[in-house]
C-alpha cells in the first residue's frame, strides 16, 4: 500500500507540483467525477492540512455549480442538434431519472442527501443535472448542492486522510 501511495504523491507532484498543492486540490476538485472525492485525498497525498484541503477541495467543487445551473440548459439547447451529443444528452437525461428520486420528492432536502453521499454518480455536477430535470428553483438547488458538498467533503476527509 505504501509504494501504490508513493507512486501516486510522486505523479501528482511531477505532473502539476509547479502549480503548487493549493491549486492542484481545487483543480481537482472543480473535475466532474472527482470532485471532493478526488480532491481531499490529493490533498492528504500532497500532504496539505486536514482543515484547509477540506475547504479548497469544498470550494472547488462548489464553483462550478451556479454556472452549470444557469448555463447548462442553454448550452444544451444548441448542442442538441449535433447527433453525438443529444445521444449523450438522452442517457444523461435517463440516467438522472433513474438516479434523482429523492430530489424528485424531496426538492432542496433530496439535493443535500444526492450530494452529500460521496458515492459514484452523486456528486455537485449530477445534482445540478438532477435540479434541472426536476425543475428545483436555482437558489435552492446552488444551496442544497453546496450544504451537501460541504457533508461529502467532511465525510471523504474524515474517511480518507487516515488511510493517506
Not at 493549493?22 to 490533498?43: C, D, K, N, T, Y
Amino acid at each position: 500500500m505504501e509504494e501504490i501511495r508513493e507512486t501516486i504523491k510522486h505523479f501528482i507532484i511531477d505532473q502539476f507540483g509547479f502549480l503548487g498543492p493549493q491549486i492542484v486540490i481545487f483543480m481537482i476538485s472543480l473535475l466532474p467525477v472527482m470532485e471532493v472525492r478526488g480532491g481531499i485525498p490529493a490533498g492528504a497525498f500532497l500532504e496539505e492540512g486536514f482543515i484547509s484541503t477540506v475547504l479548497i477541495s469544498t470550494a472547488g467543487n462548489i464553483a462550478p455549480v451556479l454556472p452549470v445551473l444557469l448555463l447548462f440548459q442553454p448550452v444544451s439547447r444548441l448542442l442538441r442538434k449535433i447527433d453525438l451529443y443529444n445521444k449523450f444528452y438522452h442517457w444523461l437525461y435517463d440516467r438522472v431519472m433513474q438516479k434523482g428520486t429523492k430530489v424528485k420528492k424531496y426538492g432542496g432536502y433530496g439535493l443535500i442527501l444526492f450530494t452529500a453521499v460521496p458515492v459514484p454518480s452523486t456528486g455537485a455536477y449530477s445534482a445540478c443535472l438532477a435540479a434541472i430535470v426536476f425543475g428545483v428553483p436555482v437558489r435552492t438547488a446552488f444551496l442544497g448542492i453546496s450544504v451537501g458538498v460541504v457533508i461529502a467533503g467532511i465525510i471523504v476527509g474524515i474517511v480518507s486522510y487516515p488511510l493517506f
